[in-house]
Each structure stands twice: as structure tokens, then as C-alpha cells.
């Protein structure tokens, strides 16, 4: 028998997290032998210790393979390595990698993300990507500017695209329009303030086909008790949608946001995260296996989050 992989996840809380059935199910599937742990490190005094602890053990070749999310995707920064050049421009590691000792923070919800985009966009969103004559080039709007919305921002601009970010903090969209403009220096990224988005992308010379929500409105509470926000949308109160517009929400629990439900409402086509979720996973099980993960696998095991997938339901 090959070697047995010790796999996991850092973040808090981490209660009812997909990450272990995604990643069991492909290694199962690839008749490979390991286990896909759950760290909690609460954020506070000791998370820093916490971390190293965890960080020593990769070190040490205890742990093979490890996944970072919330709160952790750029605490765990300084503890590592080196970083990606992709990592390194988001600001954000979701993936660490160990290589004889050393260890390098990756991020794979950027491609994961793309990826799925052009899953469920189909042929015309795929023909839109990558298109990088003016006149062509896909107009997206992101609400949010943390942690995913940087990966989904540096995503969109790698594959061409002109790209409107909105925060409900417009300091929190200006920062992430600031860092972004090394690594992609002559690339159309305006900062907006949420509360001020319709008004500016009706002023625009080219309406956006694509809005993908990267906040986390409309998750289900990360805790027993707080599902308080799960009836919450990012998008204003009362306003319309840009017509025509494809809707991708980054949450997937639940399957159903309360945005995607209003898109539908809309006429809209719209797709929530589990794509992305599952092809994020994906990359990181091939980057720590160098081996091909079956997406089939992973796909089924989380199949009852589902929900109604990219296609567009009757208004
Ligand atoms: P984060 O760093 O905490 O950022 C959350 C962002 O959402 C912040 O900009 C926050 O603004 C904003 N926000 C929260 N509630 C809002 C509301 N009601 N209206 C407007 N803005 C609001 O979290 P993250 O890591 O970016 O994750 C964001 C979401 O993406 C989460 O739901 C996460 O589960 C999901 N995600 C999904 C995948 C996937 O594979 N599908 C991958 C990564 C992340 P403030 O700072 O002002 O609070």
C-alpha cells in the first residue's frame, strides 16, 4: 500500500463543514488511503500558537495537505514559506502546500471560481472569457471586498474582464482596487460604494452581464445560533437588476439564497458556490496527490446542497 495521506482544514467554526466529505469521497474514489481532519483555531490570544503548532507538524511531514478558511486565510500568511505569486496577489491562502519541510500557501478559489463560472455560463459565458479586444470584454460586478471577493476580483481580471467592485464599506473596495493595480497595472477596476451601484452602472458605456456576490449575506449562521442573516441580500432593497444579468452566489448553504431566489424571480439565470466549492477542493486534493481528482465523486457527495443549479427557473 502507497502512503496513507493526513489531510485537513484550519478555521472557525468549523462546524458542519463540507470540506471533509468532498475530500473523503475523491480519495475513496482514487482508492487512495488517508483522513481529512477538522482544526478549529479560534481566532484570539492563542491562535497564533495555535497555528505554529499545526504549521510544526506539516513541517515535520505529520500533516501532508492543509485547507484555510475563515478567519485564517491571511493570519496563516506570516507562518509560511514562501506564497504563489497567485496567493501572494490576493492577499489570501486557502491552500498549503508541504514540500519537504517547506511550506507554501496557495490559493485555489480563485481558478476553483473560474472555473465553475464557465461551467455555468456555458458556451456563451466561455466565449466572453478571455475575449480581450475592449469591445468584447465581459463587464462584472462583485459585491464584497473580503477575502473571496479578492480571489473572485483577481480571477475576473486574469481572464480579461473589466470588473466593478461594491462593498458596503467603500474604504473596503478602494484597498482592494489599490492592491490590485500591480498586479494589473491598465486593467478597468472601479470601486463603488454598494449603496451607490445602480446609479453608477447605469452610467457606465457597457452594462455588466455578470454579478457574483462575494459577501457573505444570505449564509447560513457559521454557528447553531446565528442563522440570523439568512434571509439577507447584498443587492439594495428595492432596486432592479441590470437586465439579462447572470447571478453566481458564492454561499451554497443555503442552496437557495435569498438573492438567488430574487434573480430567479427576475427571469434571471443564476447559480450558487457549490461548483466552486467543490472545484476549489478538487485543485488542492491534485496540487498535495499530483494525481487527478474526480469531480463526479465530490460532486455527489454533496449533491443535496445542490439546489436548482444554473439553470433559469420560470418567473
Ligand atoms: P469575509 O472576508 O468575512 O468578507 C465578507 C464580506 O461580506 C465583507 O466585505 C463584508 O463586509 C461583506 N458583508 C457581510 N454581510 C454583508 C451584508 N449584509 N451586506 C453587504 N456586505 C456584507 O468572508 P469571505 O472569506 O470573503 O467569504 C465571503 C462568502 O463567500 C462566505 O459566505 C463564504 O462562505 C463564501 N465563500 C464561498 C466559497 C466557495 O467555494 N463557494 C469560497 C470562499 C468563500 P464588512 O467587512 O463590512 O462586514
Given at each position: 500500500?502507497?502512503?496513507?495521506?493526513?489531510?485537513?482544514?484550519?478555521?472557525?467554526?468549523?462546524l458542519?463543514?463540507?470540506?471533509?466529505?468532498?475530500?473523503?469521497?475523491?480519495?475513496?474514489?482514487?482508492?487512495?488511503?488517508?483522513?481529512?481532519?477538522l482544526?478549529?483555531?479560534?481566532?484570539?490570544?492563542?491562535?497564533t500558537?495555535?497555528?505554529?503548532?499545526?504549521?510544526?507538524?506539516?513541517?515535520?511531514?505529520?500533516?501532508?495537505?492543509?485547507?484555510?478558511?475563515?478567519?485564517?486565510?491571511?493570519?496563516?500568511?506570516?507562518?509560511?514559506?514562501?506564497?504563489?505569486?497567485?496567493?501572494?496577489?490576493?492577499?489570501?491562502?486557502?491552500?498549503?502546500?508541504?514540500?519537504?519541510?517547506?511550506?507554501?500557501?496557495?490559493?485555489?478559489?480563485?481558478?476553483?471560481?473560474?472555473?465553475?463560472?464557465?461551467?455555468?455560463?456555458?458556451?456563451?459565458?466561455?466565449?466572453?472569457?478571455g475575449?480581450?479586444?475592449?469591445?468584447?470584454?465581459?463587464?462584472?460586478l462583485?459585491?464584497?471586498?473580503?477575502?473571496?471577493?479578492?480571489?473572485?476580483?483577481?480571477?475576473?481580471?486574469?481572464?480579461?474582464?473589466?470588473?466593478?467592485v461594491?462593498?458596503?464599506?467603500?474604504?473596503?473596495?478602494?484597498?482592494?482596487?489599490?492592491?490590485?493595480?500591480?498586479?494589473?497595472?491598465?486593467?478597468?477596476?472601479?470601486?463603488?460604494?454598494?449603496q451607490?451601484?445602480?446609479?453608477?452602472?447605469?452610467?457606465?458605456?457597457?452594462?455588466?452581464?455578470?454579478?457574483?456576490n462575494?459577501?457573505?449575506?444570505?449564509?447560513?449562521?457559521?454557528?447553531?445560533?446565528?442563522?440570523?442573516?439568512?434571509?439577507?441580500s447584498?443587492?439594495?432593497?428595492?432596486?432592479?437588476?441590470?437586465?439579462?444579468?447572470?447571478?453566481?452566489?458564492?454561499?451554497?448553504?443555503?442552496?437557495?439564497?435569498?438573492?438567488?431566489?430574487?434573480?430567479r424571480?427576475?427571469?434571471?439565470?443564476?447559480?450558487?458556490?457549490?461548483?466552486?466549492?467543490?472545484?476549489?477542493?478538487?485543485?488542492?486534493?491534485?496540487?498535495?496527490?499530483?494525481?487527478?481528482?474526480?469531480?463526479?465523486?465530490m460532486?455527489?457527495?454533496?449533491?443535496?446542497?445542490?439546489?436548482?443549479?444554473?439553470?433559469?427557473?420560470?418567473?
Open positions: 500500500m502507497g502512503e496513507s495521506y493526513s489531510l485537513g482544514l484550519i478555521g472557525y467554526p468549523l458542519h463543514s463540507l470540506s471533509p466529505r468532498l475530500h473523503m469521497a475523491a480519495l475513496r474514489q482514487m482508492a487512495l488511503a488517508g483522513d481529512y481532519r482544526y478549529p483555531v479560534e481566532p484570539g490570544v492563542h491562535a500558537r495555535d497555528l505554529s503548532r499545526l504549521m510544526e507538524r506539516a513541517r515535520a511531514g505529520e500533516i501532508h495537505g492543509l485547507n484555510v478558511t475563515i478567519p485564517h486565510k491571511q493570519t496563516v500568511i506570516p507562518l509560511l514559506d514562501d506564497l504563489t505569486p497567485q496567493a501572494s496577489a490576493i492577499g489570501a491562502v486557502n491552500t498549503i502546500l508541504v514540500r519537504d519541510g517547506y511550506l507554501v500557501g496557495d490559493n485555489t478559489d480563485a481558478p476553483g471560481f473560474l472555473s465553475d463560472l464557465q461551467r455555468v455560463m456555458g458556451e456563451g459565458g466561455i466565449g466572453m472569457l475575449r480581450t479586444e475592449a469591445a468584447h470584454r465581459m463587464v462584472a462583485v459585491l464584497g471586498a473580503g477575502g473571496a471577493a479578492r480571489a473572485v476580483v483577481y480571477a475576473l481580471l486574469a481572464a480579461g474582464c473589466e470588473v466593478i461594491a462593498a458596503r464599506r467603500f474604504e473596503q473596495a478602494e484597498a482592494l482596487q489599490q492592491s490590485f493595480q500591480i498586479s494589473f497595472p491598465g486593467a478597468y477596476l472601479l470601486a463603488v460604494s454598494l451607490n451601484v445602480n446609479p453608477t452602472i447605469h452610467n457606465l458605456p457597457s452594462a455588466p452581464t455578470l454579478l457574483v462575494a459577501t457573505s449575506a444570505g449564509m447560513l449562521g457559521r454557528t447553531e445560533s446565528a442563522h440570523r442573516d439568512v434571509e439577507t447584498p443587492w439594495p432593497d428595492g432596486q432592479p437588476f441590470p437586465g439579462g444579468i447572470f447571478v453566481y452566489d458564492l454561499v451554497y448553504k443555503p442552496p437557495e439564497t435569498a438573492l438567488l431566489r430574487a434573480a424571480r427576475a427571469g434571471l439565470h443564476a447559480s450558487n458556490g457549490l461548483g466552486m466549492l467543490v472545484e476549489q477542493a478538487a485543485l488542492a486534493l491534485e496540487k498535495w496527490t499530483g494525481q487527478s481528482v474526480p469531480r463526479q465523486a460532486a455527489q457527495a454533496v449533491a443535496e446542497f445542490a439546489g436548482h443549479g444554473p439553470m433559469k427557473n420560470s418567473p
